[in-house]
T-cell receptor
Framework: DAGVIQSPRHEVTEMGQEVTLRCKPI?????LFWYRQTMMRGLELLIY????????DSGMPEDRFSAKMPNASFSTLKIQPSEPRDSAVYFCASSIDRVHNEKLFFGSGTQLSVL | DAKTTQPPSMDCAEGRAANLPCNHSTISGNEYVYWYRQIHSQGPQYIIH???NNETNEMASLIITEDRKSSTLILPHATLRDTAVYYCIVRPFSGGYNKLIFGAGTRLAVHP
């Protein structure tokens, strides 16, 4: 299996622009997570999907952030409009087990720089 | 969820055992101990988890004290590729959704 695939690997954009990050979970996994990592705040959970349904979005920082999972093999995290403080590494992770979710598989992340 | 306390950094010589401690004195009966690691510029990687018995897999061993207030992750023969940030996390292992919350972790440097 190719693992969790994220794209793009790097994104540089200007303040005010829309940014879309993409994630393809491992085939057969039914849970998907978006995390954000910064030096100041470490790894933060943004949102969790189970069977394509958002279960917990309490970590989404504000209305500028939105996430979708239209099917079991694809998810997006959108920021509109982007701001410099959104600069971070964004990770997507998937898991096969909703009940326990003890083993999350992470992608390589998207390094986002908002100028 | 119970909080964990880890040393911010540790060193280890290549080929020696790396013993990474974690304090979780407020752990409750239904909480498991998980370990993940994050190698530079990669996503976190699951290592091992356990409840009260010692656990071993191909990556590491997990030793949990009898009172469960602390644990140690052991990498038996550390290599340079084990240089990473190691996260100790406690989390309920019950039905339903439980967040995996990462702290600051321990930065392990393995040197030749």
């Amino acid at each position: 299996d190719a693992g969790v695939i994220q794209s793009p690997r790097h994104e540089v954009t200007e303040m005010g622009q829309e940014v879309t990050l993409r994630c393809k979970p491992i085939s057969g996994h039914n849970s998907l997570f978006w995390y954000r990592q910064t030096m100041m705040r470490g790894l933060e959970l943004l949102i969790y999907f189970n069977n394509n349904v958002p279960i917990d979005d309490s970590g989404m920082p504000e209305d500028r952030f939105s996430a979708k999972m239209p099917n079991a093999s694809f998810s997006t995290l959108k920021i509109q409009p982007s701001e410099p403080r959104d600069s971070a590494v964004y990770f997507c992770a998937s898991s096969i087990d909703r009940v326990h979710n003890e083993k999350l598989f992470f992608g390589s992340g998207t390094q986002l720089s908002v100028l | 969820d119970a909080k964990t306390t880890q040393p911010p950094s540790m060193d280890c010589a290549e080929g020696r055992a790396a013993n990474l401690p974690c304090n979780h004195s407020t752990i409750s009966g239904n909480e498991y101990v998980y370990w993940y690691r994050q190698i530079h510029s990669q996503g976190p990687q699951y290592i091992i988890h356990g409840l009260k018995n010692n656990e071993t897999n191909e990556m590491a061993s997990l030793i949990i004290t009898e009172d469960r207030k602390s644990s140690t992750l052991i990498l038996p023969h550390a290599t340079l590729r084990d240089t990473a940030v190691y996260y100790c996390i406690v989390r309920p292992f019950s039905g339903g959704y439980n967040k995996l919350i990462f702290g600051a972790g321990t930065r392990l440097a393995v040197h030749p």
